[in-house]
């Protein structure tokens, strides 16, 4: 009776697995693309979407991310990626809760509890062992607790590679991740899988270009990224998703990204779009889904030195 008391408030979640709030990557600058990411890397939150991709991260990287999704649940992500020749280590923590339940007991009483609050640490390693080749593993450690009675542990890994074109294609990346193998997670005797995800995709990522070729009143030096990932989650249709980044580089702001997407056959989320700023070593994103359970914000600080 608790888990199912439990379950209304989570109702966001989709799916018929355990932990799926997983399914929720926080990163902003991402999840305006559509949540596009097995072939994008640069920043330190794209381990959510492949663990191989920090092998090109060009510099070390904090991220913290917050997400108020439209049911009323609250999702947060720290992450940190720390490049070396030898590969480049990333650490990560997130949280989900999903708001306060009331209970009804024995004799009548009644009490507010958390309806469900969940835990994961991770840790990823990627090595690039080619040139424009790139490989990722990585381990969380989840710990859920619903109703503030029941809980369960789980371990969980993640497999990823990368590729990225040379010379003349280098903008050119294509990836590939298996997410969220592990063994059932149980409350009691009885549980269920975790939401196991196949995702790949291509990129496109131009360089600098004057706003010229395509304004011929231009003078803003601007950059483009195109994305599309086929998600496939256990127990759930494919959900194809693609999105688009256009980089403006005026002359007194750094960057400013603005971002649009769609994902598809999901539908608690399908239209995203959102922007980001860059000054300096601070970079600030912001993300709006839409969909059937109304709009969700994202918001992403990250700091790179």
């Known amino acids: 009776m608790l888990v199912l008391l439990a379950a209304a408030p989570a109702g966001a979640e ?24 097995a072939a994008l890397y640069g920043r330190a939150a794209s381990v959510e979407y492949n663990p191989a991709a920090n092998a090109f991260l060009g510099s070390r990287e904090a991220t913290a991310s917050f997400l108020a999704a439209p049911a009323g649940g609250q999702f947060g992500l720290l992450a940190y990626g720390h490049p070396s020749p030898f590969g480049t280590l990333t650490g990560s923590l997130s949280y989900f809760n999903a708001g306060s339940v009331e209970l009804s007991l024995t004799g009548g009483e009644r009490r507010t509890v ?13 090595v690039s062992p080619l040139p424009g080749l790139a490989l990722g593993a990585g381990v969380r ?29 280098a903008g050119l990346s294509a990836g590939a991740a298996l997410q969220n193998l592990g063994s059932d997670i149980a409350f009691e005797s009885a549980g269920d899988p975790p939401p196991r995800t196949v995702r790949y995709g291509v990129a ?15 003078e803003i030096p601007i950059d483009a990224t195109l994305a599309a990932d086929m998600v496939e989650v256990l127990r759930e249709a494919r959900s194809p998703r693609v999105g688009l980044e256009l980089g403006l580089h005026p002359e007194l702001m750094g960057r400013v990204a603005l971002r649009f997407g769609w994902v598809f ?39 790179v030195f």
């Open 14 to 37: 989709p799916g018929r697995t355990a932990a799926a709030f997983l399914q929720r990557p926080l990163s902003a600058a991402q999840a305006a693309m559509g949540s596009t990411g």
């Open 265 to 303: 056959n999901r539908p608690a989320e399908n239209l995203t779009v959102g922007f980001g700023v860059r000054r300096g070593r601070f970079l600030i994103d912001y993300a709006l889904g839409s969909g059937e359970l109304g709009p969700g914000h994202r918001f992403t600080l990250s700091a």
């Open 141 to 169: 450690w989840l710990r859920l607790a619903l109703a503030e009675t029941a809980r369960a542990d789980a371990a969980l890994a993640d497999l990823g590679a990368l590729w990225r074109g040379p010379g003349e294609w």
């Open 114 to 126: 958390t309806a469900e609050e969940d835990l994961a640490a991770g840790a990823a390693y990627s």
């Open 204 to 218: 496109w990522q131009t360089g600098v270009f004057s706003s010229r070729r395509v304004d011929p009143g231009g």
